[in-house]
């Protein structure tokens, strides 16, 4: 019988033999080396000391695993998930990982992240078949090739996404500001500055009230080091989300976005057209008008249906684009 228990500092001796056991057949395998060859009972003491939990799998009366996980704002961070060989392929993992999932559920998580060594491409296809999604690949410090990737599940019902769409708010700009302050500290010095953009960024234009920001930063790859800073403020991470050289994240459940934070190296191409599209708006009104008002209507027509609404806009958004981009490139947005 398969069972799942919190355990805590006092369990030590008996999770530092199943770790070293569980990494044993990958010694000398991986590049850098695995941590858990390294762990001491100290080590393990030092983690629950910081705040950390465990969780331990028995079968049959038998540790067969473990797991560590610390909750940081939205974010459970779960790491050394450890099974022994006899008892891989069984469930053990799966019912681990499980656990740690209703935890963070417990504790209000968004998401659950894990690092994942690239070289693993088994791991990486057990958390791809329990639910989890690959969203950004780093390295370890001192490695300028990827070694692992960040793979994260959200977490909790994603409710039906309501379009709404209202009048521009005068305090739009007041929570974009607050917003940036605390999303540049906790990118920390990568960010070169941070820009409202959206529609919510436009004085007088009609939106839906989540503000979309853009920082832009001197190397987008360091923003997988802060990812466990962005969860302390509330943010989720989802990687590029389809849009290469971006790191997204959002902040509020599906169905009450706050927030969209949208992470882009200074030169990515993506920014010109982000604050084109901005200025070009702020700058004319005709432009402005016949956006809000398309998003008004499309909002009537489509209450409950995002993509309709999307698609709706697609066709102007592209045309005041491409006048917003001639414009920009000509100067006459200087």
């Not at 370890?140 to 070694?147: A, F, L, N």
């Amino acid at each position: 019988m398969l069972t799942i228990q919190a355990v805590d500092v006092a369990e030590a001796p008996v999770l530092l033999p199943l770790l070293h056991a569980a990494f044993e057949p990958l010694r000398g395998q991986l590049e850098p080396p695995s941590g858990a060859h390294a762990e001491s009972i100290g080590s393990l003491q030092a983690l629950f000391g910081r705040g950390e939990r465990a969780a331990l799998a028995m079968v049959d009366g038998v540790a067969a695993g473990c797991v560590f996980y610390v909750r940081t704002g939205v974010e459970m961070y779960a790491h050394r998930l450890a099974v022994l060989p006899a008892y891989q392929r069984a469930g053990v993992g799966r019912a681990l990982m499980t656990y740690v999932e209703g935890q963070a559920q417990v504790d209000g998580c968004a998401y659950v992240r894990v690092g994942v060594r690239l070289a693993l491409s088994g791991n990486l296809a057990f958390f791809e078949r329990i639910g989890y999604a690959n969203i950004i690949e780093d390295s370890h410090p001192g490695y300028t090739i990827p070694t692992f990737a960040h793979m994260v599940k959200e977490l909790g019902t994603q409710m039906l996404r309501v379009v709404e769409v209202i009048p521009y708010d005068p305090q739009w700009p007041a929570r974009f500001a607050a917003e940036a302050a605390a999303v540049q500290a906790a990118l920390g010095d990568t960010v070169i500055r941070v820009e409202h953009v959206g529609s919510t960024s436009v004085p007088g234009l009609a939106a839906k009230p989540i503000i979309d920001m853009m920082p832009l930063v001197r190397d987008v790859r360091d923003v997988g080091r802060r990812i466990a800073a962005m969860a302390a403020i509330g943010y989720t991470p989802r990687g590029e989300f389809g849009l290469p050289g971006r790191r997204y994240f959002v902040k509020g459940p599906a169905h009450a976005r706050l927030v969209h934070c949208h992470v882009y190296a200074a030169d990515h191409p993506e920014v010109e057209r982000h604050l084109a599209f901005r200025d070009y708006l702020r700058t004319h009104p005709a432009a402005l008008e016949a956006y809000a008002a398309l998003k008004l209507e499309l909002a009537r027509q489509h209450p409950t249906d995002i993509v309709a609404y999307m698609d709706g806009k697609d066709g102007l958004i592209k045309q005041i684009e491409a006048a917003a981009l001639a414009w920009h490139r000509s100067g006459r947005a200087d």
